[in-house]
Every structure is written in C-alpha cells, then in structure tokens.
C-alpha cells in the first residue's frame, strides 16, 4: 500500500472513531437529560447506581478521550510524517 493510500486509510478510521465515540458521549447525555428530567447538574448526584449500564457505557466511551486512545493514535499517524500527506504538518493539532 503506498503512503498516500495508508495516510488516507488511518484519517478514515480518525473520523470514524472520533465520530462514533462523540456520538456515544452525545447519546449518553441524552438520555441522562430524558430519564433524570433535568439538567440542573446540582440533582443529577448519584445517576451511576440509577442507571449502571448507562453510566457504564458512557465511561466507556468517555476513556477514548484519554491517550494512547485509537483516536490520538491515527492522528498521530497522520500527523507524524508531513512529507507523506500534503498540506499536513507534525505539530497539527490533535
């Protein structure tokens, strides 16, 4: 596969993943703001032990934020070699 196609390939799989896991965070607080009512963040306390499979996959998707993340990964990838992707630069923002 030549670099073009590979650097093409990993900035797909970033905005796949990206779009899926903000996706999911979005979902997630919808349905919080349907089940709980409201949006006062003071009476929201204690939503994990109401919803533990919500919470869960919420957290779930929340950890792709954190690095090393697939997201940060294909970035990365993309990002690290500016002599292979035209236009793009090593200290691109993430």
Request: with cysteine; net charge positive.
């Amino acid at each position: 596969m030549h670099d073009h196609a590979l650097a093409a390939v990993a900035g797909v799989f970033h905005i796949m993943n990206h779009a899926t896991f903000k996706a999911s965070l979005f979902m997630a607080a919808g349905i919080i703001d349907h089940e709980a009512g409201t949006r006062d963040i003071k009476r929201l306390g204690g939503l994990m032990t109401l919803m533990p499979i919500s919470a869960t996959l919420a957290v779930i998707a929340a950890l792709n934020l954190l690095p090393p993340a697939w997201t940060r990964a294909t970035t990365l990838c993309v990002s690290s070699s500016p002599g292979r992707v035209p236009g793009a630069s090593a200290y691109s923002p993430a």
